[in-house]
């Protein structure tokens, strides 16, 4: 333990903390007798109500990195960075409800990669399981190690001892009860992560009397900049401090970016394919982008009241001097600031659990994906179900172990690792590409999709090294040398899915494709689409998708 | 395919809100308790003298104990 720290824990706080780790160490052993067959392992047996799957859902994208970096970037960017709750993730994850789920329950996938491989075979298959495989384990690694510093920086707690016990408790657990084992502690970090993140905003705006007294206290602390602006500034890229242009808010992030990440990324898709039928499945992302609405109340606006409050005003990660903070600190810095003894704890808890709920979904993706999508195809092909369930264990501890490693080697190269995890975003934007042309077009063939997705995954990474190697680049790819890595971002990802779209079109139109009967259930066109029969309006997903998106209309032009 | 065909229970498993039940209750009573004990000598905190631990800890004993009582296993 060190004695440099932001935040101090007193008895009833460590009980809070030792209380969690009792409980979901308590859930994982409970629930092993239930992950016995593959199917419950892997996929929970598939009787999930859209309410857990919904949550899980929502949960599993819900980390703390993500809340501590989107506060940061609140307070960074201002209102800005809630698009990515809003137009960054509502239309993509009602496309999913609607557009998507049906493809993937009916086809019975159990994964991503393995839709891939019903609709493309297995060399497009191969691609995305092995990328996915690697990336998904480096993030996990990623994650621990950025748990340990966060742990180190707020708390003082030891590196080693960070990572070594969440781990340990992380693998004990999905070992033990498999996806059940991760969908139900994600849905204890989302009622952890309201009710111990939910109270700084309310105190917050006592303090400031409402949000018109924050944004007074704003203008006063930060003259002539507008952070409480959603799209008014988003005419021109040198009008806000993003450096964005409403084009990559647009075209990048809502059209692209979202869609890729939500509907084509395992981690979360494997929660909704828990559904227990296919009214829940089509139900849990509708249900879950009611709360992916409201969570700019306890990651966004507590970085606004921040730019409010906060005596000093903070600095960018890398050019802060001894005493000063950067933006990432704002959230630990705003539970000091109103956290007492036990709410301090709860706080910290709900940090812990997205952290280590961030590391048991990568985990159970990787080991299915692995178990179902390396292993089976191409090194076991027809074992017992036992023998995969036992593969499935294993490979959540050599998954770790891996981790773990990968966690030690960001200790030393942490640029490398930053890399990685801004790659991994990238090749899901050519992947929602194949996935999408699919599902939708009967011609798409399987030279077509394999092409596609390696043309669009080589252009991703080629585009990130040319413009660390050459930063004028920039201004072709982002088109504004105002860019900054968001901006950036968005566009490489826009062009990389255009680039899998246009080649997987041209090389399928010059391939020969499938019979219309082997596309059914798999492609629009080639499907019975399942009647919601006469269920009543208020049943109905397509409803509640259409509820969700005037919410998500009503939201720009409040904050317009 | 119908879109009501739901895949047989294989499973008779707590639900989890039981389990979200008893965790919001123990961490209620724990912050209940602890906003109650520094009553008299509140933290150094912003706002410390609106007692959040005693309601927010007490919304969480409240909320807890509901889904305890609503989903605790029947024998």
Redesign the interface.
Known sequence: MTTERMISLGPVDLAIIVLYFLMVLGIGFYLRRFAQSGEDFFLAGREMTAWVAGLSFLSANLGSLELLGWAGASYQYGILAAHWYWIGAIPAMLFLGIVMMPFYYISKTHSVPGYLQLRYGPSASALSAISFALMTILMSGVNMYAMAVVMKVVLGWNIHFSIWVSSLTVGIYVASGGLFSAIFNEVLQFFLIWFGALLIPILGLIETHGWAGMVARIQQNFPGQDFTHAWSTLGSAQDNPMGMHWTGIVFGLGAVISMGYWTTDFLVVQRVLAAKDLRSAKLAPIIGSFFKMAVPLIVILPGLIALAVLPDHLVPQGSAIAGQHTYDDVLPLMMARYMGPGLLGLGITALVAGFMAGMAGNVSAFSTVWTYDLYRPFLRKAAPDAHYVSMGRWCTIIGLIISIGAAYLAMGFTSIMDYVQALFSFFIAPLFGTVILGMLWKRTTAAGGFAGLLVGTLSSVGMFLIVKFNPEALSLIAMSTHAKAMAEDMYRALWSWILCVLVTIVVSLMTKPKPESELVGLVYGATAIPSEGNLPLIQKPIFWAGVAAALLVLLQWIFW | ???????M???H??P?WF??G???L??GL??L???LA?WSN??H????E?H??VW??GL?TLIGGAYVAAFRPKT
């Open positions: 395919m119908d879109l009501l065909v739901t895949n229970e294989k499973h498993i707590i989890v389990f979200v008893v965790m919001l123990a961490y724990l912050i308790g602890s906003g520094e509140p933290p905190t912003v706002l410390a609106l959040a631990p927010w800890g969480l």
